[in-house]
């Protein structure tokens, strides 16, 4: 018979000296619905940075927080799951005792312009880079990188008549499959880059165009045959939610492809590309797609171009199974 594990008074003593003290209080619940950076804590806590990571450091030790490394940055998150059944009943109890906490509130609010912020920096180098985004995109990545987002249609086992391109950018990809299909839609947040991708799409009326959010676009559920994300999820701060958005549209067994970049270090590179995060793990980008309903994903590298100045790619594939609605 399978003993019951003894009682481990002192793991809840040191859990309720750990929870007893308001900033950590405050930084579990920062990290709980989303993971975090040591800098955007410190920015909405309004502390030093020793303060955070001496704080940080001790919720890590008691298993309250996970984190991992991207490029220089350590990121920190609360997933209930991973914590024991005392620790989630506790954090539970406490979590609703501080719920109407009014610098909770606060930090709340600092969050989400500072998300918001983060946004608004992507959403302006796009503004700034939208007339000579084409070339400066080749030189970072190489020529043929939609060329490998067609492939990937290619190989599809079945016909691929409307197509959603998330993140259209200059319409470079609509462009060159509006010829062959009977409708193309092309959604981007940047009004420059839409205004490109205008005129570049002109010629072709079964072209489409959406100002508006990746997560949140205006385009019906089950609407396309395949839905295309290349070199966009980066610069999101919610890139599973685009994902799930990508399915929402397409219709049950269309094709999902997502291009973007292999997990780097190179945070230099992150700043002045406007991007929100190095890159994504082949593993990370997988778990994604599977999360949002993509059966039989699949994430490979992408081989460098010998001229390419910036990381290397990922090409992620697969198809959709939810049922229609």
Known sequence: MIQAAEPQPDAVLGWMSCLSDATRVRLLRLVEPQELGVSDLCAVLQLPQSTVSRHLKVLAE???VTHRRQGTTHLYRLIADELTPAQRDLWRLTRDQVADWATL?????????????????????????AERWDDTRDTVYGPAVNAHALAALLAAAHPVRTVADFGCGTGALLATLAPHAEHVHGIDAS????????????????????????TDTPLSTDT?????????????????????EMTRVTRPGGSVVVIDLLRHDRDDFRRDM???TNGFAKRQLKQMLEDA????????EIPPHPDATGPALLLATGSTTKASA
């Open 62 to 64: 008691q298993g309250w």
């Open 105 to 129: 509130r606060q930090d709340a609010a600092r969050l989400a312009a500072r998300l918001a912020s983060s946004s608004g920096q992507a959403r302006a180098f796009f503004a700034g880079l």
């Open 191 to 214: 009004p420059e880059m839409l205004t490109a991708a205008k005129a570049r799409l002109a010629p072709h009326r079964n072209a489409a165009l959406h100002e508006a959010d990746l």
């Open 224 to 244: 396309a045959d395949a839905a295309l994300c290349v070199l966009a999820l980066t610069y999101t701060d919610a890139p599973a939610e685009v994902v799930n």
């Open 274 to 276: 406007g991007q929100q």
């Open 293 to 300: 309903g993509v059966q039989d994903a699949s994430v490979t």
